[in-house]
Each structure stands twice: as C-alpha cells, then as structure tokens.
C-alpha cells in the first residue's frame, strides 16, 4: 500500500497485522479523489472517521489538505497511522483520536471540507452514524461525504441536506458520495 499521489506519492504506508482490518486498495483510494477532482471538492479540512490506516486522510493530505483528523478506536491502529503520518510527513497537519466514531462525533468542532468513511462492511449502526454526522455542524454549505461500503449495503438516497450524489462500485466495494443540497 502506497500514497498514490501528491507531495508523498510512492511513499509506502503500514499495514496493520490484523486480517479483520481492510484497507482502502490503492484502485479505490485512486477512484475515490478523481470522483472528488471531478465534483471540485474541497480538501482544506479532512475529517477520517473509521480511519484504519489512515490511508484515506493521508491521501488527501498528499493532494494538498491542509488538515486532517484521523479517528479510530483500536490503539494498535491509531500508533499505525501515527506511524504512517510521521514516514509520510504530515504529522504536524494531523491530529489521531483514538476514539470511537460516535463519541468524536460528540467532540469534535467542524466544519470539515471533506468527510471520508470507511467503516467495517459490517458495522450495523452505519444509517445511524450518517445521519447524525449528516445533520451536525461538523459540516459546512460545501461539505462533501465519501463512504466506501459494501456492494450488499444500500445507502439512503439522502441523509438530511445530503443527498447521494454518486455511487461508483470497484468489485466489492462500492463509494458513494454525498454533497449537501444548497
């Protein structure tokens, strides 16, 4: 697994151990920034929720964000993506929560330009999540969402002001993107 492109492109990223962590394939991670390149989005202010690796945000950051927050529950996981911040050099742009997704909705101010989500395929609380980021104000008028889901999981048509404006599927997995109705 790589940055794929930017300031750190080609720099190698870790992988956790662990088999029951997916991270975003270098395919998906390139289709998911030529959707965003495509819409315009903005990639000032990055919120990775579910972060993993932290392959998403450091993506972004590689692209030119000024900012990213990375949160993520497992501490093995978080002291990975510290790690990968630090080999990539972006640690002073980011900053790692070691939390669980719905207690740093909870905590964390926005707005976010972008909002990647890359959550277990199967977390049974998703719908639940998505509407509550959906409707706080860690988002702003030109916010925009990116989940990557399963291909067996079917979004909302809209959660809140944001209504699914792309779906894309890449073999199993599938992105789609949220942009709010203004």
Known sequence: M???AGQAKGRHLKAPRDFRVRP????VRGAIFAMLDSLGADFSRVLDLYAGTGALGIE???????TADFVEQKPANCALIKENLEQTGFSAQAHVYCSSVQKALSFLSGPYSLVLLDPPYSAPSIHETLE????????GANSVVVL???????PAMA???FPLAVTRRHGDTCISIFLRRT
Do not use: P, W
């Open 2 to 4: 790589r940055v794929i």
């Open 24 to 27: 975003t394939s270098d395919l």
């Open 60 to 66: 972004a950051l590689s692209r030119g964000a000024s």
């Open 132 to 139: 509550r980021l959906m409707t706080s104000k860690l988002l």
């Open 148 to 154: 990557e889901h399963s291909k067996r999981y079917q």
């Open 159 to 161: 959660y809140g002001d």
